[in-house]
Structures are given as C-alpha cells and as structure tokens.
C-alpha cells in the first residue's frame, strides 16, 4: 500500500484494529491505563504526561466537539442521527467510540478524545516493556511503538485527521476545512513528552508540506476531495515547494495540469520528498527557502493567475514564512520583518477580496526586512 493511501484512509484501518484488538483481549486500550501516579500520572517532570494531556491539550476534548448544537446542525445536514457516535464523525474525534464498550475495559471512556493509543500506537506489543530501563528508543519502536521522532512517521500519523476531510462532510456539512502545517501545530500542543526534537522545526515543517502535497494530490486522484475545494490546495502546495528551492519544473501546476498522470505523479514524487527531508537536512536549506520564498512578489501580480489560486498561494506562503522566520534566534529575528509578516497574514485572509497588489507590496517589505540575517536549523 502506498504511504499516501494509507494515510488517507488511516482513521479506518485504525478504527478496525482497535477493535480486533478489544476483542482478543489484548491490553487495555484507553488513557486510564497510562495515568496512575507510578506511570504518566505522577507530579514528576517524566511521569505527568497524563495530567498535561488531559487537562491542557485540545486533543483529549475531540469527543466534546461533536455534542454541541454546531455538530447538530452539521449531522443534519448530513442525515447523521447523533454525530457522537456515527464512524463518520468519531474516526477522527473519538477512536475509541468505535469500540464495544465492554470491550475497552474498567474506566476506559470514548469521551477521552484522541488519547495514547491513536498516536503511540496499539500497545499490545510495546505497553509492558517499553518502561523498562533496558530498553531504548529503538527497542520501543521495534516494539511497536510508534517512532514520532521520525518526522516522516509524524506526518503520516497527524495528516490522516488533520487534512483529509470527507468532501460531502466538508461541502454538505460545511465542517471548517482543515490546514496542515505540521511544525506550528506541535509546537503549539503543550508538551507531555520530553522533546528531542529541538532545532529541526523548519524541516518538520517542510517534511508536513511535502507530505500534504501528496495527500491532497492522491485524495483528487481517487475522488476523494472536492476538485473546486481541493485543486487550488494542490497547486499552491506545488508552487510553495517549488519557489522553496526545490525542482518540480517538469511537474506543471494549475488546474489545467491536474490530470490523473499527473496527479499520480506528484503522489510519487511528493512522497519521495518528504521521506528525503526527513533523513537527510542541511540547516542552510532554512535560510535559502526563507530568502527565496520572501522573493516571490512577482507571482503575485494583479491577472497572473486566477485570483483563487494567488488567494491559495498566499495563504500557504504566510504559514511558510512565519515558521521559517521562527526558525532564526530570537536575538536575531529581524522586529520589521514579524511586524511586515502580521500585516501579510491579514492580507492572505482577506478571501475572497484578496488584493494580489496590496500582498506582493507588503511581501516586497518582507524580504527586505530580513537583511542580512541567518536562519538556524529550527526554532
């Protein structure tokens, strides 16, 4: 199976094994298990992780979404009875729901949102060992652990929920359509994990764009998103990639280039990208994207493009600035240049009356206020 597919349709896959799993007796699969005080309950700096989780981060709230009268209104649109418990809704906002309740085990609530086991993995292998002092971070994984400090697995475990929507959910529905950014979106989860990951966050953003770009172009491939909704993402995802320094000029974008071979080709190339960028990153690569990218005034000229497109582009260009300008010092991040880049993102969000003109202005005093700084591997 392809890294896109299954990514794509990861929610179900998962969905299914947690059941199996439930029915087989295996572990306990809910966050109960993980939170008494001698595990990730406890007040210590490494045994707290529960308490962080459950009491700061939106994740353990994704059940709660779906009762409140908005969910209601979006159900009926959808002729969905309780979005509570329709697969549909609680693949993404509430695994466990998709689970027998007898089979989950003591304490274990669907309620608890998007808990351990959704991005750890299922701990049949791992869970009684993995505390073990013996053991490294390659013995957890081998395990079955999921390794999330390899970006590219990071990515594939986030995007599945965190970009791919059902297009009768997101049209008929009218749920918010969802952007991917996967460097801004960690670092603003609080943090239940020591963190090893310091200092790579401009790859952590350019390995999630990578691999955006391939979900979105396999989702229009196989109909699975809205050509009118979607096309647009794919192309400006191309475009970023490209201006960031990469060669994709053989690939042509636009509306016109979005056939099935092409789409299946930048499926391919896209994944083999974000795979490279994971492995393999030279810091100076943060410092020449951020610098190319500031550069693109041009592509914003009024009649260039058609105006959705240059709207689209803008809003993926902001969130590549702001993580790539996060990525220098802070004792050298530039005032002008973070005061330019609010002014930029009040300009992309200005859809549908985007002004290319006014943007490719304010863009143009971007990029000077840079000068001559550098920027580091990460934040």
């Known amino acids: 199976m392809r890294p ?15 059941v199996s799993v439930a029915a087989r007796g295996a572990e306990p699969l809910g966050a109960s298990s993980c939170s008494t005080s001698g595990c990730h309950g406890g007040a210590g700096e490494k ?40 697969p549909r809704c609680v693949v993404c906002h509430a695994p466990l729901a998709t689970v027998e309740p007898a089979s989950l085990g003591a304490g274990v609530e669907a309620s608890e949102g998007v808990s351990c086991v959704s991005c750890h993995n299922l701990p049949d292998g791992w869970i009684r060992g993995h505390t073990r002092s013996d053991w490294t971070h390659a013995d957890r994984v081998a395990a079955g652990m999921r390794d999330l400090n390899d970006l590219y697995t990071r990515a594939n475990t986030c995007v599945a929920c965190h970009q791919n929507i059902d ?20 670092q603003d989860e609080p943090r239940h994990w020591t963190d090893h990951t310091q200092g790579i966050g401009a790859q952590a953003w350019f390995v999630g764009q990578a691999v955006a770009l391939r979900e979105v172009s396999w989702a229009l491939l196989n109909g699975r998103a809205e050509a ?19 060669d994709f000029k ?20 896209a994944d083999i990208l974000a795979k490279k960028a ?27 493009q058609p105006l959705l497109i240059q709207a689209s582009r803008a809003d993926r260009l902001v969130l590549a600035l ?7 010092p802070a004792a050298t991040r530039p005032v002008a240049a973070s005061e330019s880049l609010d002014r930029l993102f009040h300009l992309a969000q200005s859809q549908p009356d985007f002004d290319p003109a006014a943007f490719s202005l ?3 005093r971007f990029s000077g206020a840079l000068g001559g700084v550098s920027v580091s591997a990460g934040p």
Not at 167 to 186: K, N, Y
Not at 228 to 244: F, H, M, N, T, Y
Not at 322 to 327: E, G, K, N, S
């Open 4 to 18: 896109a597919k299954q990514s794509v349709i990861l929610q179900f896959f998962f969905a299914a094994a947690l």
């Open 47 to 86: 045994s707290s992780q529960f308490v962080t989780w459950s009491q700061r981060d939106v994740h353990s709230r994704t059940f709660s979404a779906l009762t409140t009268s908005r969910s209601a209104r979006m159900a009926e649109a959808l002729s969905i009875p309780d979005p509570a418990s329709s």
């Open 167 to 186: 297009p009768e959910i997101l049209g008929t529905g009218h749920h918010p359509a969802l952007v991917f950014e996967m460097d801004g979106q960690t």
């Open 228 to 246: 009118a909704r979607s096309a647009p993402v794919a192309e400006s995802l191309g475009w970023l990639l490209d201006r960031s320094g990469l």
């Open 250 to 269: 053989e690939q042509p974008f636009g509306d016109a280039a979005q056939t099935p071979a092409s789409l299946a080709s930048m499926v391919e190339k």
């Open 278 to 304: 994971a492995r393999t990153w030279d810091p100076a690569f943060a410092t020449a994207a951020l610098r190319r990218l500031a550069s693109t005034k041009g592509d914003f000229s009024p009649g260039l």
């Open 322 to 328: 702001d993580r790539l300008l996060a990525a220098m």
């Open 362 to 364: 304010e863009l143009g």
